[in-house]
């Protein structure tokens, strides 16, 4: 039993891992109630068990195991880091457990791993039992079955992986144990349920009987598709909806189930394992399959045939066996043995899939070829080979080898091709078949649709037809122009009959099903592929975005962008044209056309340029206008003026009119014939352009400079060319034809004309703009000198990028799409124009003892073959694809012993990508992809070279085709360190470059995470570096778990390097243009809303900052067009250029109501709660996304950067921004606080030191603009600041210590002393001492008043450290308990609790030497300055050698004693040097006369009767001097849970309200009383009605005191007006709710009460606010609509005071802010729209609102409309439309309004004319308000405007000014009325005293201080007391909080329960400033009274004034 005794007290965990099994026992239960009490999942408790959770499963003991295995269980279930442990636990489940023999514990092990599933570890689990499967143990082997069986049963194919299952099950049907072979069984036809038929293949070689057995069970399954049953933590979405559907019933939910499957079905492929085939080829095989005999080939073939027969072949060196077969079917004469070659093609294809792709070019001509042959077993085998050949590849690819024989002469083959080509594009979608891919294809079928044969024919229509169906009709049909109908409908009927293979998504047919299936949802994949390169667009781009530029351009801007597809005109004939042009033209004019008199033709002319410009857009007749211009004289026109003006007329009808080509072709002749005319070549050049924009540059480029060379004027050549180069600059370069002028241009090169070279030169420069080096091409074979000034101009635009276009089709297109298609069309140009050049065919020269050579054992011989390949390549310049058997030759000589020879090859390579261009794709496999072996070269300059001849590759390709397919991770799998470094580099170089990436990338992973632990140092330091490039495409989640299958060690390290990539993560590269667009769109917002100016780059800041705007605008095109620019070097330097004026901006940006919007969700818990041991990477991710709408990118880049020299480099810029921008700083307060806790984290000292440094600055800022912290900011930081008090370095200690100190005076320090009392909780004892001392600190600065939550608790937990083990703790606790002493004497015994003897001893002997070496308090504040250097260990010189560690609380007492004396940032707002003024008469003649006030009158406390209740502390005395704190603390006790307490309060406030006198006291404190009353109310209605023990007479009596106290409340309008909108809502809900609760009859005189609430309500309703309370009533009545809990009757009585305040409107009108009510409705109507709110059961709250709106609009008029100014997106408002159509209506009715006041009339009238100069009027006064010399003129302007215009509004003025701003401005306003009313002589006040400079304005200068000893009324005392306490921290609201501001911005509505935590905790707080003002005082006893301290304030206040006199 001792032993028992022992280990019971014994905690839990450590009850779990004791020895006795008894008591482990005990421990798993109490654990196992833990686990199931624990809500929180991430609560710290759980880390404490995380070590011992396989313990809970591997208990020896088999009765504790099985009571382990359930708390297990629960952990597993509950613990968020249950995940951690997965490995370890199922490893012992499986080893310990599933070997048990009671049934119970392998359920429980079971149940352990699926939950471990469910938990997302699925893969771990999986592994684990797959290894448990090769235990000796059979009953190991079962259990792991039956769990894999169970888990996919529940789980289904997707979670579990089931190619590893299906791996090792065929090893479990041959075991000995008939158990493990019937379990492997059931665990077969599992497996067969989801995955069906591909099951077969892999299980096709077990025991015949049991495979028998299995088909005969497979049989028996039902067809319907499994559905998974039990789901991830990750997926309850599915879950919700699997319980729906099964709770709906069968049919719906099979339905829905049915896609699911189809996306989760397996490809069989994946589960079969791989075969190596090469080897097992016969060793004769390559020289029988070369035999004469046909025989022997034969059996060559057949070798081959049964070996490819294995559906999944082992990746390796095909090439030789392909071309091996690829000669047998072209040039084998029997036919027999093509067949066969070609089955075996098809069968190697499809065994190899995409590995194959690297052969595809090598056989696809050879078949196509072979088509020829006419039997039909050879056609077919054939077919059957291409088409697997197809999906191994890409149509791109291959379409060049295709093309070429669709001209073929044999028919058959053109059939064959076609048929090929439509069975291939059934296998694409829109995205894999562009239009650059099939445009080519078109064309070849247009011709063979009107081929002889007609079986050609049919396949080209049935080809045309798939495309149809495939892209869609809009995308083919522009191929389509020339076909006549009968034909395209003949292409219909095909498109009709098509079936597209894998519509449905159905899987399994090999690589280009897959991808369709998996982009065809997407609806943006066919924008995507456009990413990979700059050349990549014009191939990849698809059909649909293309074709939706044109389409787009038109309906943008009409006027310029029709093209002939979108508006076409037939040529009209002369007579008609005369028709239509005498129809819109005047008579005169057309007479006059011809005449002879050229003024009358000038005249005639004028004439039609004015009906032109009168014309409208669709009756203008464009080509009959033309024609007219065209007549004769026409363009023969002999005098100028009138030419001029025909020129100009032509320009004016293009730009106004549907102007079509065959209007142009009308005048074009004319137009090219004048544009070298001195006089009328500008006109003739602006209508050119006119022209452009109307049928697209392109089009009339190449007519005009046809034209102009069939001329022979050289001056209209020079000037034409001179057009187009401009032309270019601003249309653009898209579709520009180079090829249909280039040879124009070089005509004009060649002329003898010298300014037609110069035009010419000067073109070619704006075109190598666009362009780039391929135009120099072009010009290759002129003569040296032309060609040396050519270049000279390419020199000259060399770095320059092309100017952004801004005419025609191209600046539609960038205003409506955006930046896809603009990217498409720049980023295409390069890619275009390769196309253009001419490119030879050297296929032919590539011949047969050409490749031997290269291949000969001789290297002499090996070089003779390449050198004569570069010949061939430098001849031909540029080539076409197909290169023969080169590619296979040069592919052997990469690997050639001899290194000159492969750096030759390289090369050649590196020509053949120049010479080629973007069609090098098709032989990125069997070509590039070896360029990257090479890499692995030991000789540098090999691998220097390869490099260099990869990256010219990629110039060419892109990257995609790179990354596509295995061979990237392949040659990464490759231990080569040089292989690994230099390709892991360079994919790190191109990786952040790429928009998209192919998903192949994923296949890398395994081998980049094998390199991060290479031996090779260099290796694994370029993993890492490119690690953060793949994340930015495969995303984090996704590289963590491909870790899944890592070793532990390993993983665990390769996790955290993935942590540190995720910080270092670069940003996809937009597409260009599209970061440009959002940053204005981003931050326009931001920049309506804010007064300081936000970022640079928004175009709205026109108040804020106008020189910078020109700039602006300048950079904004820069950044697109750089990123277009094909020259890519420039790139840099523009971006760079950008960010530089981006960071000369703000940067902190004031977004309004964003922090409470935070405060809001993390409330709500939509976001995570800043609360963690260690930052997780959510918390730094939320943070980024919520700092980006605060802070620029670029700053918030630094921020988030893994190097900390760029925090340091951030942290130093928001050092400087601090001040100039302090609102905006305290606006994300929160979030720059949150951003400093993660640097707490950081172990770099420098960093830290830098964070200190800002956050000293930032509290001395709060300090001095008298900001206090939010609770809400308080506790997401001061936690983790205490964290770093406990640093080893001193420096770092001193200033968090010093930054503690300052934060008391941004944050109360009773709010303070709780985080601290946790700090002492941690386990550095350094940390610990440092909190007991700041503890000591703050009770010695405050009093006990800050001891949370109560000071003997508290003393308890500080005493617990007096018995510490570390002797600074010990000390510093000993201190802390010193201070209390101080303060409190004796009591502290009684405070701190039973000590032990020994530390009670220690104690007593402190608390004696700090009485003996205490100074005298006198003296403590006198003499800081001979303190200082004393020993600060003062207190202990009697052992110097224990406690030499200085005392830090008496280091700080002394401190604060100097700072508090000598610094002057310390000092106090409201302080006064009063010697100075007694002193110095010269200063006192500075002051204004004070006001004499009987200052015993005012500071008096309001005389309350004697409180009976229990006693309260006795510093409560010193509160009592503020009348204010009195009424706080009986206002407090109104919400006390004790009836009698309550009462006695009640009466107390009720005797000041009914005296006149004393009644404005409670004025400030409305609000703080209502709360407390209707909080009483709830508990009443809650708690006290529903006690039977209380007395309901007790219960009436407190009613009757509410009501009575509101009664006189409410009859006081002055303080029923201060009542806010969100205390009213809850105290009508309040009122409400009494009158329903039936309880109340029951009560006696129950009738008499709900009679008086209801006189109360009617009262309020009178009283109050009139705008607060329809506001509330509105707000109350959307909640009671919404809300179905609640009474019918609750609604209708809140309609009925709406009722009764609409009867109260024409009285109230002038009184209401109608911006806020309508605002109200708004919310309403959004809430409730006019169709809902009919639904509702009654039809009453409809008529309420209707009857609302129509009463306000009957009372203002049309002028209710402007009230509307608060309401955001009016326009799409429901209230608008409705208070139009009444406004409308009821000025039909106008006689309605004729009885309104005169009075009224005439102020609209006067409003009326003076609404111009309002602008004006009120711009001047509020600048007299905003200058500190002319505030107060401009205030009484302002008064007098306000009087005269009552109903002016301010707020446009008031918008974009600060909270205090407007604050000021009312409360003067206030000031100015009540002087006025006559309540005291008008006063003009002489001076304000001005405190602090620093703010927007003075901040007393809310407190007008008369001159002339006038005493102001109370309410101006009542101001000046709320600053004061302001100041002093004695209030948590701001003094603007306390009534609604002046303008029409209504105020948030505060949560009533956060108001009264708010006034009741005044109390505390007072307490603890009270106790500051003391310490701070320069009072010689700390005893001193109040009493004492006024009467001296008093003497030297007569001082001061004798002394003025």
């Not at 636990?89 to 009671?102: A, R, S, T």
């Not at 069906?196 to 057995?213: G, H, T, Y």
């Not at 100017?803 to 409506?816: L, S, T």
């Not at 205490?1414 to 504040?1421: E, G, L």
Request: aromatic fraction near 6%; proline fraction near 5%; include cysteine.
């Amino acid at each position: 039993m001792a032993d028992d005794s022992e280990w019971m007290k014994l905690p839990i965990d450590q009850k779990c891992e004791h020895k006795i099994w008894k008591a482990r026992l005990n421990g798993y239960e109490e654990a196992l109630k833990l686990f199931q009490r624990i809500e929180d999942e991430k609560s710290p408790e759980w880390g404490k068990y995380l070590g011992l959770v396989k313990r809970f499963v591997t208990d020896s003991n088999a009765v504790a195991q099985l009571k382990g295995l359930e708390a297990a269980l629960a952990y597993i279930e509950n613990a968020h880091v249950a995940g951690k442990t997965t490995g370890e636990v199922v490893n012992g489940v499986v080893c310990k457990v599933f070997n048990q023999p009671k049934a119970r514990a392998k359920e429980l092990g079971s149940d352990i791993c699926l939950m471990y599933i469910e938990i997302e570890k699925a893969e771990v689990v999986q592994d684990e039992l797959i290894k448990g499967l090769d235990n000796k143990n059979p009953k190991i082997v079962v259990t792991c079955l039956e769990t894999l069986r169970k888990a996919l049963c529940e789980f289904g194919s997707k979670i579990i992986t089931l190619k590893p299952v299906v791996k090792v099950l065929p090893k479990q049907f041959e075991s000995r144990e008939k158990a493990v072979r019937d379990e492997a069984k059931l665990l077969a036809v599992e497996i067969y349920r989801w995955i069906r038929d591909a099951l077969r293949a892999p299980l096709q070689n077990i025991n015949s009987v049991q495979l028998k057995d299995l088909e005969e069970e497979w049989v028996k399954l039902p067809t319907t598709a499994p559905k998974q049953t039990r789901f991830l933590r990750s997926q309850q979405d599915l879950k919700a909806k699997f319980e729906q559907q099964r709770a709906a019933g069968g049919d719906e939910a099979d339905g829905d189930n049915d896609e699911e499957t189809e996306v989760a079905q397996v490809d069989p492929y994946e589960l079969l394992e791989a075969v190596e085939i090469l080897s097992k080829l016969p060793k004769d095989f390559y020289e029988k399959i070369e035999a004469k005999k046909w025989q022997e080939r034969k059996e060559a073939l057949e070798a081959v045939e049964t070996l490819t027969k294995n559906p999944k072949l082992e990746n390796g060196d095909y090439g030789d066996l392909v071309r091996a077969l690829k000669k047998v079917i072209g040039k084998d004469a029997n036919v027999m043995l093509v067949a066969m070659a070609a089955k075996c093609l098809a069968a190697l294809a499809a065994g190899l899939r995409k590995k194959f792709g690297t052969y595809a070019g090598l056989v696809v001509p050879t078949i196509l070829e072979k088509f020829k042959e006419k039997k039909p077993q050879v056609v077919q085998a054939l077919q059957e080979a291409i088409d697997a050949v197809f999906l191994t590849t890409t149509l791109q690819n291959i379409s060049e080898d295709v093309l070429s024989v669709m001209d073929n002469k044999n028919p058959s083959i053109k059939q064959q091709a076609s048929l090929f080509l439509a069975r291939s594009f059934c296998r694409c979608t829109p995205s894999t078949l562009p239009k650059s891919v099939l445009k080519p294809f078109c064309a070849a079928f247009l011709k063979q649709v009107n081929d002889s044969a007609p079986e050609v024919r049919d396949a080209a229509f049935e080809a045309l037809g798939t495309a149809m169906k495939v892209v869609g009709e809009k995308a083919v049909n522009p191929f389509l122009t020339d076909v006549d109908k009968l034909k395209l409908d003949k292409i219909k009927e095909c498109a009709e009959k098509v079936e597209l293979v894998g519509k449905k998504g159905s899987g399994g047919g090999g690589e280009k099903k897959e991808k369709p299936a998996a982009k065809a949802p997407s609806v943006e994949a066919p924008a995507k592929p456009s990413g990979p390169s700059k050349k990549a667009p014009p191939a990849k781009a698809a059909g649909p975005p293309k074709k939706g530029k044109p389409a787009s351009a038109p309906s943008a801007k009409s006027k310029k962008g029709p093209d002939a597809k979108e508006f076409v005109e037939t040529e009209l004939s002369l007579e008609v044209c005369e028709e239509k042009a005498a129809a819109v033209l005047p008579a005169t004019c057309m007479q006059l056309l011809d005449s002879g008199n050229w003024k009358e033709r000038l005249a005639s002319m004028e004439e039609f340029q004015r009906a032109v410009e009168q014309m409208d857009k669709s009756e203008m007749p464009c080509q009959a206008l033309v024609r007219m211009l065209a007549k004769k004289p026409g363009w023969k026109e002999t005098n100028f003026q009138v030419m001029q003006m025909k020129l100009h007329i032509v320009g004016l009808i293009a730009q106004k009119g549907l102007f079509s080509k065959t209007s142009a072709l009308v005048v074009l002749d004319g137009l090219v014939d004048k544009v070298g005319d001195v006089k009328c070549g500008s006109n003739a050049k602006e209508a050119l352009t006119a022209i452009g924009e109307a049928c697209s540059l392109p089009w009339i480029a190449e007519q005009v400079v046809s034209l102009a060379f069939a001329q022979k004027n050289p001056k209209n050549q020079a000037e034409t060319l001179n057009w187009l180069a401009n032309a270019m600059k601003e249309f653009g370069f898209a579709g520009i034809n180079v090829k249909a002028f280039i040879n124009n241009v070089k005509t004009a090169l060649g002329a003898t004309n010298p300014a037609v070279r110069t035009s010419a030169i000067a073109l070619l420069g704006v075109m190598y703009l666009y362009m780039g080096a391929p135009l120099r091409m072009f010009f290759e074979d002129e003569k040296p000198a032309l060609l040396q000034q050519i270049n000279a101009e390419f020199e000259k635009m060399q770095g320059q990028s092309p100017p952004a276009p801004f005419r025609g089709a191209k600046k539609a297109g960038a205003e409506e799409e955006g930046d896809a298609a603009e990217e498409e069309e720049v980023d295409g140009g390069p890619g275009d124009i390769m196309d253009l050049l001419p490119r030879t065919d050297i296929s032919d020269k590539i011949t047969y003892d050409m490749v031997s050579k290269i291949s000969d054992k001789n290297w002499k011989v090996r070089k003779e073959g390449l050198d004569e390949v570069a010949a061939i390549i430098s001849e031909a310049k540029f080539i076409q694809p197909s290169i023969g058997e080169l590619p296979m030759a040069l592919k052997g000589r990469l690997n050639d012993s001899n290194k000159l020879l492969v750096q030759q090859t390289l090369n050649i390579l590196q020509q053949i990508a120049t010479a080629m261009g973007p069609s090098l794709k098709q032989h990125v496999r069997n070509l590039g992809i070896p360029v990257i072996t090479v890499l692995g070269d030991s000789k540098a300059n090999v691998r220097a070279a390869a490099m260099t001849t990869l990256n010219a590759w990629v110039e060419q390709t892109g990257m995609k085709e790179w990354l596509e397919g295995e061979d990237l991770s392949e040659e990464l799998k490759k231990e080569n360190p040089f292989l690994r470094q230099e390709l892991l580099g360079w994919l790190a170089e191109k990786l952040p470059t790429l928009r998209t990436v192919p998903s192949d990338l994923m296949l890398c992973l395994p081998n980049l995470y094998a390199c991060l632990e290479d031996r090779s140092g260099d290796v694994r330091k370029k993993a890492q570096d490119a690690l953060p490039t793949f994340m930015m495409h495969l995303g984090y989640e996704k590289m963590v778990k491909a870790t899944g299958k890592l070793k532990p060690a390993s993983k665990d390290q390769v996790v955290g390097m993935l942590e540190k990539a995720r910080a270092l993560m670069p940003a996809k590269p937009a597409a260009p243009g599209k970061a440009a667009a959002s940053k204005p769109a981003s931050s326009a917002p931001a920049a309506k809303q804010a007064s300081a100016p936000a970022r640079n780059q928004s175009p709205s800041e026109d108040f804020s900052e106008p020189e910078p705007k020109p700039d602006t605008k300048k950079s904004k095109p820069a950044g697109p067009a750089a990123k277009k620019g094909v020259v890519g070097k420039k790139l840099p330097v523009k971006a760079g250029a950008k960010d530089e004026e981006d960071r000369s901006g703000p940067i902190f940006i004031l977004v309004p109501n964003a922090k409470e919007q935070r405060i809001k969700e993390e409330k709500g818990l939509k976001i995570l709660k800043w609360n963690f041991m260690t930052p997780r990477d959510e918390y730094v991710e939320q943070l980024k996304t919520q700092m980006s709408t605060c802070l620029p990118k670029w700053l918030q880049d630094e921020l988030f950067h893994f190097d900390f020299q760029r925090h340091v480099k951030a942290i130093g810029v928001m050092i400087e921004h601090m001040e100039p921008e302090c609102d905006a700083v305290i606006s994300c307060l929160d979030l720059v606080l949150k951003w400093f806790t993660l640097r707490f984290f950081d172990t770099n000292t420098s960093v830290l030191m830098k964070v200190l440094e800002f956050l000293k600055l930032l509290f001395t800022m709060l300090s001095r603009k008298n900001y206090q912290l939010s609770d809400y900011e308080a506790s997401s930081f001061i936690p983790y600041l205490i964290l770093k008090v406990g640093e080893s370095k001193d420096v770092v200690r001193k200033d968090v210590r010093a930054i503690l100190t300052m934060l008391c005076k941004v944050y109360a320090a009773s709010k303070v002393f709780p985080f601290l009392m946790d700090g002492t909780k941690s386990k550095n004892s350094k940390q610990r001492s440092e909190c007991l001392e700041e503890l000591g600190c703050l009770i010695e600065n405050f009093g006990m008043n800050v001891c949370q939550p109560t000071p003997a608790k508290a003393l308890k937990e500080i005493g617990v450290h007096i018995g510490d083990r570390d002797t600074t703790v010990r000390n510093a606790a000993l201190n802390t308990v010193v201070a209390v002493y101080n303060t409190c004497g004796e009591q502290v015994f009684k405070l701190i609790g039973n000590l032990s003897e020994k530390e009670m001893s220690m104690l007593e002997e402190r608390i004696k030497r700090s009485a003996k070496k205490t100074p005298a308090p006198s003296t403590k504040q006198e003499r800081p300055q001979r303190e200082q250097p004393t020993n600060p260990n003062a207190t202990f010189l009697r052992k110097p050698a224990q406690e030499e560690v200085p005392n830090k609380l008496n280091q700080a007492r002394a401190q604060n004693a100097h700072l508090e004396q000598s610094s002057p940032s310390v000092t106090k707002e409201f302080q006064l040097d009063l010697d100075v003024f007694e002193n110095n008469h010269t200063c006192a003649s500075d002051i204004p006369d004070l006001v004499q006030h009987k200052l015993d009158e005012v500071l008096e406390p309001v005389m309350m009767p004697e409180l009976k209740i229990r006693p309260v502390s006795p510093h409560f005395d010193d509160i009592h001097n503020s009348t204010a704190s009195t009424i706080n603390f009986v206002i407090s006790q109104v919400a006390s849970g004790d009836i009698n307490t309550s009462i006695q309060a009640l009466a107390q406030i009720d005797e000041v309200l009914r005296q006149a006198d004393k009644a404005e006291a409670m004025s400030g404190h409305i609000d703080q009383f209502l709360i407390a009353t209707f909080m009483q109310l709830r508990l009443i209605y809650n708690t006290h009605m529903a006690d039977d023990r209380l007395d309901k007479k007790d219960i009436f009596k407190l009613y009757s005191c509410i009501i009575g106290n509101m009664l006189s409340l409410f009859s006081m309008e002055s303080l029923a007006r201060e009542a806010s909108m969100g205390v009213l809502k809850d105290l009508m809900h309040g009122l409400i709710t009494l009158m329903l609760d039936s309880r109340v009859e029951d009560i006696e005189d129950g009738q008499q009460l709900i009679r008086s609430v209801n006189l109360l309500m009617v009262r309020v309703l009178e009283k109050s606010d009139q705008t607060n309370i329809l506001s509330a009533l509105l707000v109350l009545l959307q909640d009671s609509l919404i809300s179905t809990a609640g009474s019918p009757m609750f609604s209708e009585l809140v309609m009925k005071c709406l009722w009764r305040m609409i009867r109260y409107l024409p009285q109230t009108i002038n009184r209401i802010n109608l911006d806020r009510i309508l605002l109200d409705v708004h919310n309403f109507m959004k809430v409730f729209p006019k169709e809902k709110l009919k639904q509702l059961n009654s039809d009453v709250p409809h008529r309420t609102l209707k009857t609302l709106l129509h009463t306000l609009c009957r009372l203002t008029g049309s002028k209710i409309l402007d009230h509307m100014s608060m309401i955001e997106n009016r326009n799409e408002s429901e209230l608008e439309a409705h208070l139009r159509r009444v406004v409308k209506h009821s000025v039909n009715l106008s006689g309605l309004k004729s009885d309104k006041s005169t009075e009224k009339g005439a102020l609209r009238s006067d409003d009326k004319v003076i609404k111009a100069k309002v602008s004006d009027i009120l711009s001047e006064i509020f600048k007299k308000i905003g200058s500190k010399e002319n505030t107060k003129e401009g205030l009484t302007e302002l008064y007098e405007y306000k009087q005269k215009y009552s109903d002016a509004d301010l707020e446009p003025f008031l918008r974009n000014t600060s909270q205090f701003f407007q604050s000021y401005v009312e409360r003067g306003l206030r000031v100015i009325e009540s002087e006025r009313e006559g309540k005291g002589r008008i006063q003009t006040s002489t001076g304000i005293p001005q405190h602090s400079t620093d703010s927007y304005l003075p901040s007393s200068s809310a407190v007008p201080i008369s001159s002339n000893g006038e005493d102001l009324n109370a309410a101006a005392y009542y101001e000046r007391l709320k600053i004061l306490r302001q100041r002093r921290g004695l209030e948590n609201s701001t003094p603007e909080e306390d009534r609604p501001p002046l303008s029409s911005l209504r105020p948030s509505v505060a949560s009533s329960t956060d108001m009264l935590h708010s006034k009741l905790s005044q109390l505390k707080e007072s307490r603890e400033h009270f106790q500051q003002e003391q310490s701070h005082s320069n009072s010689p006893t700390r005893s001193s009274s109040p009493a004492s301290n006024l009467d001296d304030l008093k003497k030297r206040l007569e001082r001061i004034k004798s002394n003025r006199q």
